[in-house]
């Protein structure tokens, strides 16, 4: 017995400093690789701050801008999880019931099933002036602003008056903005007396070519100005090419170059477009089914407090749903399905705001694309030319401008001036994005920004929807000016 243990011995001896050795290099591994890290990825919930400092420090330097880099959106990245792709069929199989309920109370009033999409048909309609219109403005923002910029570059370093030289392309380009893209298409809107859905498409059509001629001109003439400044033999002026991608590219900020995938999918192309298709459908059910029925007999109603209320919460569940098909069908579906086309690669145009615990938060990851302009060319630009101190100020012209341009949008759209959303932004939005601000973490705040934001888009779709068919029934014989201004859902009722 006494053999066997000596024998045993060694190999046991052995066997035990083979584990030990090779768990005393693990640890020394794992030690290096945690010392290599950053202590917020070791303590991830106590240090919040430094967490915050690591974040802000992977944004580009002022000096530099926005970097793109290569990268997928991200419900491209959740879809791939079961448990999301199963919300997403949640969606298509609610719309399957919307379907259904339309075509069986269709059968129902009819005895037969009515196919047509009259309201699809109006909303889109004259679409060959919407065409002939952006055909003109895409045109002219592609010859003019470039040509300016071209001019002005060449002859900057000859010219003996340089500030007269700028101030006179400067106007030039100014005058182009507010009177091509600004009052043209605008006027082309009113005078056709173009549906909704045809004056959407002008309008921010119209928008998008303004932010992206400034995004050029704002890019490039830095770059001249200190060429100049440190004599160099050639001027930067990007190629016709380059500022062509640009206006097709889903960015509102100038590159020369942007990281490009090596192939395109067209199967995902078509993938996007078709589930564009499908959100227009589905909105078309959504007014169909949850709005019009709704405010047809609620505009000639008397106007009380109790029906506003009641109102409201019955326009929450179209509002939400109307919010998500925007989401996804512009800001994921479209903007996608133009990136691979383009072999546009960074495709962050969007975070994930529904987890947004502040309203700071949302108004930063709701568009990404919308949000880096307004980011880089007026708050920083407001910065740079006021000075630092105030932060505040240059926040609150960035609201107002978001907000004007919003309102701008609908009322030309609608046909009347009815500021709700530049309310909302102004008053609440403003409110809320100092109350619930970065520092309001945890679950409930979440919950508080969902409800607040559910009660927004009621408030949205009852009001805009109670003066749309109050225009409808009452209309003005002889309207002046201040008629488009006064909104009509207060003395429709009167009339009537």
């Known amino acids: 017995m006494n053999r066997l243990k000596m024998q045993l011995k060694p190999v046991f001896m052995k066997e035990v400093d ?32 430094k967490e915050l400092h690591k974040a802000k420090a992977l944004r580009a330097p002022p000096e530099h801008g926005k970097i793109f880099t290569a990268r997928r959106s991200l419900l491209d990245e959740l879809f791939e999880v079961s448990h999301i792709r199963t919300i997403y069929h949640m969606f298509i199989a609610l719309l399957i019931v919307f379907i259904l309920s339309t075509l069986l109370v269709d059968f129902i009033d009819e005895g037969r099933l009515v196919l047509g999409f009259d309201l699809l048909v109006y909303v889109f309609g004259k679409f060959p002036v919407v065409f002939c219109t952006w055909l003109c403005m895409f045109c002219a923002t592609v010859i003019i602003p470039y040509s300016l910029f071209f001019q002005w570059a060449q002859g900057y370093c000859s010219s003996s008056h340089r500030v007269i030289y700028s101030l006179f392309y400067g106007t030039l380009f100014t005058l182009f903005q507010t009177v091509g893209l600004g009052i043209g298409p605008t006027y082309v809107a009113i005078s056709y007396a173009l549906p909704p859905a045809s004056r959407f498409i002008v309008i921010l059509e119209q928008v998008r070519l303004v932010m992206k001629a400034h995004s050029f001109v704002r890019e490039n003439v830095p770059r001249v100005l200190s060429s100049v400044k440190d004599k160099s033999s050639s001027v930067p002026i990007p190629r016709i090419s380059q500022y062509l991608y640009f206006l097709f ?21 078509a993938t996007k477009f078709a589930q564009v298709l499908g959100s227009l459908f589905y909105a078309y059910y959504i007014f169909v089914r949850l709005c019009i029925p709704q405010f047809r007999n609620s505009s000639q109603e008397t106007f009380n407090l109790r029906g506003l209320v009641l109102c409201i919460f019955n326009s929450i569940l179209p509002g939400v749903l109307i919010l998500f098909l925007v989401f996804f ?9 133009f990136a691979e086309m383009m072999r546009f690669a960074d495709r962050m145009f969007y975070k994930d705001w529904w987890n947004s615990t502040s309203y ?5 990851t709701w568009n990404v694309v919308v949000h880096d302009w307004l980011y880089y060319y007026a708050y920083r630009d407001f910065l740079w030319f006021f000075g630092k101190k105030f932060k505040a100020a240059a926040m609150l ?27 909302l932004f102004m008053c609440f939005g403003m409110l809320f994005n100092f109350i619930l601000n970065d520092r309001r973490k945890g679950p409930i705040w979440n919950v508080i ?36 201004l006064k909104p009509r859902s207060w003395s429709c009722h009167m009339q009537m």
């Not at 512009?330 to 399905?337: D, G, V």
């Not at 700071?360 to 930063?364: H, I, M, P």
């Not at 109050?470 to 014989?477: K, S």
């Open 360 to 364: 700071a938060n949302y108004y930063r």
């Open 18 to 49: 083979s584990h030990f050795t090779e768990f005393v290099n693990s640890l020394v591994a794992k030690s290096a690789l945690l010392d290599s890290s950053s202590p917020a990825s070791l303590f991830p919930a106590s240090c919040s701050e």
């Open 249 to 269: 590219a889903p960015t509102l900020i100038y590159r020369d170059n942007y990281p490009r995938n090596p192939t395109v999918r067209w199967g995902y192309v």
């Open 397 to 423: 012209s960035v609201f107002t401008v978001s907000a004007a341009v919003h309102e701008y949008v609908l009322s030309i759209c609608f046909g009347f001036f009815y500021p709700v959303l530049f309310c």
């Open 329 to 337: 069908a512009f800001l994921h579906c479209w903007l996608n399905a």
């Open 449 to 484: 920004m969902w409800t607040s934001l559910f009660l927004g888009q009621g408030v949205i779709i009852c009001l805009y929807s109670q003066e749309w068919y109050a225009r409808q029934y009452c209309p003005a014989e002889n309207p002046e000016f201040l008629d488009y």
